[in-house]
């Protein structure tokens, strides 16, 4: 089995910044792309932010110039800094992760169980 487990989410006024983490474990061989994603009330999931194993990064024309995506991949970690918060950033952000559980095994794609981030105006 594989866990991704995140943290810091939490209520930031406008401008402000928090950076959120996300830990893969359990039964993890090998990890290919990393990213968050975000869904708001009534809104469907999209994507925030994907990094490669070797740091290559593509994020949503909305959150250019003020997230920042990046992976430990020692730690099997991926960061997500969110700086200059606006209100329409507020959402539940999900890690994602595509690991491969063994060598003899597809990619399959997980998801952490998300964190609430809301800013307030």
């Known amino acids: 089995q594989v866990q991704l487990v995140e943290s810091g989410g939490g209520l930031v006024q406008a401008g402000g910044s928090l950076r959120l983490s996300c830990a893969a474990s359990?039964?993890?061989?090998?990890?290919?792309?990393m990213g968050w994603y975000r869904q708001a009330p009534e809104k469907q999931r999209e994507l925030v932010a994907r990094?490669?194993?070797?740091?290559?990064?593509n994020y949503a024309d909305s959150v250019k110039g003020r997230f920042t995506i990046s992976r430990d991949n020692a730690k099997n970690t991926v960061y997500l800094q969110m700086n200059s918060l606006k209100p329409e950033d507020t959402a539940v952000y999900y890690c994602?992760?595509?690991?491969?559980?063994?060598?003899?095994?597809?990619?399959?794609?997980?998801w952490g169980q998300g964190t609430q981030v809301t800013v307030s105006s």
């Open positions: 990094v490669t194993p070797g740091g290559s990064t």
């Open positions: 359990g039964s993890v061989f090998s990890i290919n792309a």
């Open positions: 994602n992760a595509d690991i491969r559980t063994s060598w003899y095994r597809n990619i399959d794609s997980y």
